[in-house]
């Protein structure tokens, strides 16, 4: 199992959205997957419960932490919803070690049960950031095109408890940065302007998905995208003509980072994909 955490302590930058499409496509191509919400505001949790393709587990994702061997159902589509006891993990400090303990070990036993796992987390640099970060392989950070969105890049990388670079040096060597992800991108003069500086500061933490230098993986503003996440569609099964465009402008870079997610390291033989409905999708090409 690859672990994908989403992270950016940025609020509304569109986490829970990335976070609830690239699970749908995981689905699609017939992989097992694990979705944990450790944002109590519930905005993965909400989406794909009114999707129903998912079974809901008893254990609330702060059992995760908290509890000791967390059961879930033996499905292959798993969510373990967000809870209210989320957000009072950070006021217990005696316990975040057991609580980072906890989730790791759950991850550990899910490992052959699931493909994917992935992890939305909260805008807050506390203790389930801390424990989704330690236990992933990989870290996705969707980013919107303002000067204050941009700003918090640094924090991402530099902050003193959850920065990647610290979480990679000391607790999680393992944890690979894919990168920054644009997404609600607009046509605006400022937004492209933005891109342009996000693209000279940061181009080596940009998702290259082509031979150009704006071949980068990003997601526009579609208010078809709100619309699945608010009411729990899948986009691409949407009838809308305006969701069918969304997806076909969302699905090249979003299927690189998904593959990114499913691409072994050097030397190791590919996630073989299990097949779903009979069908073998073969290994999943980067
Ligand atoms: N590409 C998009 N086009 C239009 N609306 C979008 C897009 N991506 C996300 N949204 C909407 O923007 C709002 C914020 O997105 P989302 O909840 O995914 O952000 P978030 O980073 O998870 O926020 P938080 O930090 O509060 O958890 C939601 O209403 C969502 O449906
Ligand atoms: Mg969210």
Redesign the pocket.
């Known amino acids: 199992m690859k672990t994908l955490v ?1 992270a ?1 302590q ?11 499409l690239l699970a749908h496509h995981y689905r699609r191509l017939g992989l097992r997957v694990l979705a944990i919400d450790l ?1 109590h ?1 519930g ?2 949790s909400d989406p794909l419960r009114k999707s129903q393709r998912a079974a809901v587990a008893d254990v609330p994702a702060s059992g995760l932490l908290a509890q000791n061997n967390a059961q879930i159902p033996a499905a292959d589509f798993v969510l373990v919803a967000a809870d209210r006891d989320l957000s009072g993990l950070e006021r217990q400090p005696a316990l975040h070690n057991t609580f980072a303990s906890n989730f790791r070990l759950f991850l550990a036993a899910m490992d052959a049960r699931f493909d994917v796992c992935i992890v ?4 807050n640099p506390d203790i389930r950031m801390i424990a989704a970060l330690v236990s992933a392989d990989f870290v996705l950070s ?1 980013i919107q095109l303002n000067q204050e969105a941009m700003d918090g890049v640094s924090a991402l990388l530099n902050h003193p408890r959850v920065g990647v670079r610290r979480i990679k040096a000391v607790l999680n060597p393992k944890l690979h940065l894919i990168g920054l992800y644009p ?3 607009e046509a605006t003069p400022l937004q492209r302007e933005n891109f342009m500086q996000l693209i000279q500061k940061y181009s080596p933490m940009l998702i290259a998905i082509g031979p150009k230098p704006g071949d980068i993986a990003s ?12 009411e729990g569609f899948v986009l691409w099964e949407m009838k809308k003509t305006a969701a069918r465009d ?1 997806w076909r402008e ?1 699905e090249p870079g979003l299927t690189f980072i998904a593959n990114t997610v499913l691409s072994p390291p050097a030397g190791e033989a590919p996630t073989t994909i299990q097949p779903l409905n009979g069908a073998h999708h073969g290994p999943v090409a980067r």
Request: charged content about 20%.
């Open positions: 989403l950016n940025k609020g509304g930058v569109g986490k829970s959205a990335v976070a609830t944002d505001q905005n993965f939305d987390t909260n805008p969707p997404t609600m991108v997601m526009q503003r579609r208010s078809a995208v709100a619309e699945a996440q608010a969304a969302i």
